[in-house]
């Protein structure tokens, strides 16, 4: 039997066609059988309903290392092999499209992840059935569960090296230690957190037992799908050519906007979804803010390095009277705006919504759940959305104004814009201590002054948090980090390429 995505084929003949697929799959399958009926014979006296019961948890478990640790890892390794040995050039040729080429990479690599996982589909429906459970409902809404958290986990897994080749392990890594790692870590993320929909609240083996499904997993998977569909648009842009950028400006708000979303839903929920073993966690809403605040300006670079590099582009084909010149991109200063009102939403909106969830007290198995309440009140000031949006304006547009400063000089661009916001974000706060722990002889507890607010890190940090100085002077010292690096581009000569 042949298939007819190409890619999925030749991947799938790697492993040795459907035949060594359909016998691993048997003999798994037997070997499974003929444990869980010895141990039935074995369990006597202990009824064997309860028996296939615990071996019920068994196959989730072993559904939970099928799906996403052995698929993810067998995507990954197969689209890694193929960009580092230049491979997937040879497949850019072939008449095969972008999306067909994703979805190839994905079940092809995981064909055998994919057959494992339906025989323990099925042992674990019939297993419930005559189980203590005394119903398929749980298994099979479990699965569903963790069904579609490994799908789109596959599809950030063919994304990833695509555009950074070792982010692929990363990921990996982070799986890991969402599911058993420390609890700090988890709940300094709770956005991150929010998209493991099988590890939220009771977890999938809580589902199994309870025949429902938390309201909180639903929507992780809604956010799950939404990452997905991101990520394939990403992998099928970077898979037609490998020199344009996996997201524009254009699906580069959308990521931003997707973000916030994630984020406000585990901001809000965070004390409703977290599973019972994170129970114990002390962190603050405020530092889980923060957190997310401070990615929300990393994530707002996406879309203005795409606007920055198109800018760059076309200017360069105007330059040499491209016959073929399209319109002029969207202005890098309304993709900035618009970066910057999204970003803004987040704090605006995350705090009502916490409280909303803190006015309703939440009861989860029959106990009330204590949910930490943010210091700043249900009512958040208007003068304090609009700060956070001049900060993230601020520092979106000097990083704008720096990319096409290079991009127009031919200079690489990665490590210098690293550079450069570990310099606005960390410098202002240290020249500060610096000078003002000098100044004191590092006798006074206060060795921050409102210079410090400069760095548009210190800034958030003050704004949402009971800090008691100002920001005021710190947000103009952005805006004119903006407008030197401003002048910079606009005077700092006409030659423009992009590399």
Known sequence: MQISNSIAWAHLQLKGGWRNILTTSVTYFVILLVVIFASVRLADPTPPAQVLGGWVFILMGLQIGTLVLFGCWAISAAIRKDVTSKIIESHRLMPVSGADAVAGYILGPASQAIAFSCVNLVLGLVLSR??????????????????????CAWIVMVFLPLVLPVSSRLLIGLIWVIFVGYETIPALLPGVSFLFGPALSGSVFDIITTGQVAEGQILSMLG?????????????????????????????????AAYVVIQLAGLALWDVIKPWAWRTSRISFEVQLLIAATGALLIGLIPVHGAAWLHASWERRRALNDPALNRRPIAVGVVVLIAAVIIAALPALAVPARWHVVSNAPVVRGQPI???????GPDVPLEAIVRTGLVAAAFLLSVSYLLRWLYRREIRTRWLVVFFVLLTWAGPPMLDFMGEGMRTGFESDDVLTTRAGCSPLVAMVWQWTSSGLSTNPGIAGQWLIAGVMGAVYHFGGKKTAVR
């Open 370 to 376: 204590s949910i930490h309440e943010p210091l700043t």
């Open 130 to 151: 005559f189980s203590s459970f005394g119903g398929t409902q749980g298994w099979l809404y479990a699965n569903l569960v963790l069904g579609v958290f490994a799908a």
């Open 224 to 256: 799950q799908i939404l990452v997905a569909v991101l990520c394939y648009v990403g992998a099928v842009r970077k898979y037609r050519r490998d020199d344009l950028l996996a997201w524009g400006p254009g699906v580069g708000l959308a990521v931003v």
